[in-house]
């Protein structure tokens, strides 16, 4: 796919072409970009003008502080590293948006404005990036209580016909699009480093493929981690959704929270907080600053977005699962982690193996997991009386004539 010179114009002006050194020149930040972009269209110049006629003579009449005519010229003298770039990026299967692209998120420049980030770089589903949804943030060092709260937010989600929008750090993030992912459900991903990466990680290449996944940047797809992109990326996971919820947050501290504080400051979206025990949980915080604590009668996410429900559609009724534990009364969402893949694991491993059985090295070819959690399912089915194991060779065949579970928030 042949870039168009309006998207080359902009990425020379705009995007890290490769790990930064101290001679190359710093490409426009968005606020920058929007200046240099807004006097462009009032005097009806094109970015690709810019490229392709001499930049001094064009842009007679700019003065700018920061962005001057000799870091312009800099930055558009860079066509060869620019090619090689694209090719490799595109050889991965990444694409380019602008935000004069048809594809590009409307959401973002309604939020945002001019700054909007002026390329996002992707894979898989750019369909996806106006469509809504929920955005689940919070921590990298989540509890094992709240992950299993998030997977089973990220399936609800995805029952509901809602995306799940996150940062695709590990913890919470990755572990909400998972959920959703788990249950056929969509996500988009905005990432902070690592796109070119994750692009072809195992946990997200079959969702990528059949469309269920976006994965966005407006980084360089092979940058690394950087504290001032992780904070700066939050304000686009917020602008992509109709609602957020924050999981679990440190307060004061961490990118969760400042991301968080911004969402309330400039009120792109909704925000509602897990109720959280911890002392050390910013939730409580965010709260009393103008967060929305959930409940149970809140967790109709449709709802909670502001959405009208779909006539028909399947709404499972388990939604007092979400409601914050209190230790006075019985608990009502005891669910053991990672419930929701097993049931997903046991629907797939009826339909590999009624007719035929199959052996561990076959169904771990067929199923994106690793062997000790294959070998912890199976025991689990076996103990269950759902699956019986047969030997020389080893192979498993589904035997069971129980009831299917329809939702992932039924108790055994």
Same mark, same amino acid.
């Given at each position: 796919?042949?870039?168009?010179?309006q998207?080359?114009?902009?990425?020379?002006?705009?995007?890290?072409?490769?790990?930064?050194?101290?001679?190359?020149?710093?490409?426009?930040?968005? +606020?920058?970009?929007?200046?240099?972009?807004?006097?462009?269209?009032?005097?009806?110049?094109?970015?690709?003008?810019?490229?392709?006629?001499?930049?001094?003579?064009?842009?007679?009449?700019?003065?700018?502080?920061?962005?001057?005519?000799?870091?312009?010229?800099?930055?558009?003298?860079?066509?060869?590293?620019?090619?090689?770039?694209?090719?490799?990026?595109?050889?991965a299967?990444?694409?380019?948006?602008?935000?004069?692209?048809a594809?590009?998120?409307?959401?973002?420049?309604?939020?945002?404005?001019?700054?909007?980030?002026?390329?996002?770089?992707?894979?898989?589903?750019?369909?996806?990036?106006?469509?809504?949804?929920?955005?689940?943030?919070?921590?990298?060092?989540?509890?094992?209580?709240?992950l299993?709260?998030?997977?089973?937010? *990220?399936?609800?989600?995805?029952?509901?016909?809602?995306?799940?929008?996150?940062? *695709?750090?590990?913890g919470?993030?990755?572990?909400?699009?998972?959920?959703?992912?788990?249950?056929?459900?969509?996500?988009?991903?905005?990432?902070?480093? *690592?796109?070119?990466?994750? +692009?072809?990680?195992?946990r997200?290449?079959?969702?990528?493929?059949?469309?269920?996944?976006?994965?966005?940047?407006?980084?360089?797809?092979?940058?690394?981690?950087?504290?001032?992109?992780?904070?700066?990326?939050?304000?686009?996971?917020?602008?992509?959704?109709? +609602?957020?919820?924050?999981?679990?947050?440190?307060?004061?501290?961490?990118?969760?929270?400042?991301?968080?504080?911004?969402?309330?400051?400039?009120?792109?979206?909704?925000?509602?907080?897990?109720?959280?025990?911890?002392?050390?949980?910013?939730?409580?915080?965010?709260?009393?600053?103008?967060?929305?604590?959930?409940t149970?009668?809140?967790?109709?996410?449709?709802?909670?977005?502001?959405?009208?429900?779909?006539?028909?559609?399947?709404?499972?009724?388990?939604?007092?699962?979400?409601?914050?534990?209190?230790?006075?009364?019985?608990?009502?969402?005891?669910?053991?982690?990672?419930?929701?893949?097993?049931?997903?694991?046991?629907?797939?491993?009826?339909?590999?193996?009624?007719?035929?059985?199959?052996?561990?090295?076959?169904?771990?070819?067929?199923?994106?997991?690793?062997?000790?959690?294959l070998?912890?399912?199976?025991?689990?089915?076996?103990?269950?009386?759902?699956?019986?194991?047969?030997?020389?060779?080893?192979?498993?065949?589904?035997?069971?004539?129980?009831?299917?579970?329809?939702?992932?928030?039924?108790?055994?």
């Amino acid at each position: 796919m042949d870039l168009h010179t309006q998207a080359q114009a902009v990425l020379l002006l705009t995007a890290h072409l490769s790990k930064p050194t101290p001679n190359e020149p710093r490409p426009l930040s968005p +606020a920058e970009w929007g200046r240099f972009a807004r006097w462009l269209k009032e005097r009806e110049i094109s970015p690709e003008r810019v490229l392709r006629d001499e930049p001094a003579r064009l842009l007679a009449g700019w003065m700018d502080r920061t962005v001057t005519l000799e870091r312009i010229h800099a930055l558009l003298n860079r066509a060869g590293a620019l090619g090689l770039a694209v090719e490799k990026w595109q050889r991965a299967g990444l694409w380019i948006l602008i935000r004069a692209d048809a594809d590009y998120p409307s959401r973002l420049k309604k939020h945002l404005q001019a700054d909007s980030p002026p390329v996002l770089f992707g894979c898989g589903n750019p369909r996806l990036l106006d469509r809504g949804g929920i955005a689940v943030v919070g921590s990298r060092h989540a509890s094992p209580e709240d992950l299993a709260f998030t997977t089973r937010l *990220g399936a609800e989600a995805a029952l509901q016909g809602l995306s799940v929008i996150s940062g *695709g750090a590990r913890g919470v993030d990755e572990t909400a699009m998972l959920g959703a992912l788990g249950r056929e459900g969509t996500a988009v991903g905005v990432l902070a480093d *690592g796109l070119l990466r994750a +692009a072809t990680s195992t946990r997200f290449r079959p969702s990528l493929l059949n469309g269920n996944l976006a994965l966005i940047s407006p980084f360089n797809p092979e940058a690394g981690f950087e504290v001032g992109n992780a904070m700066a990326r939050n304000k686009y996971i917020y602008c992509l959704a109709d +609602a957020a919820i924050v999981i679990a947050a440190n307060r004061e501290q961490g990118g969760t929270w400042h991301g968080a504080v911004e969402n309330l400051k400039h009120g792109w979206t909704p925000l509602w907080v897990k109720s959280h025990l911890e002392p050390t949980s910013g939730n409580a915080e965010l709260a009393r600053r103008g967060g929305r604590l959930l409940t149970g009668e809140s967790c109709d996410l449709v709802a909670l977005c502001g959405r009208e429900a779909t006539p028909g559609a399947d709404r499972p009724p388990a939604l007092v699962a979400f409601k914050p534990r209190d230790t006075s009364t019985p608990v009502v969402d005891a669910m053991p982690d990672n419930l929701g893949f097993y049931q997903l694991f046991l629907r797939h491993l009826r339909t590999l193996t009624a007719k035929t059985p199959a052996t561990d090295q076959e169904l771990l070819t067929r199923f994106d997991i690793g062997k000790p959690q294959l070998r912890d399912w199976l025991k689990r089915a076996m103990e269950e009386g759902q699956v019986k194991k047969l030997s020389k060779p080893v192979r498993y065949q589904w035997q069971s004539t129980r009831p299917e579970q329809n939702s992932f928030f039924a108790n055994e």
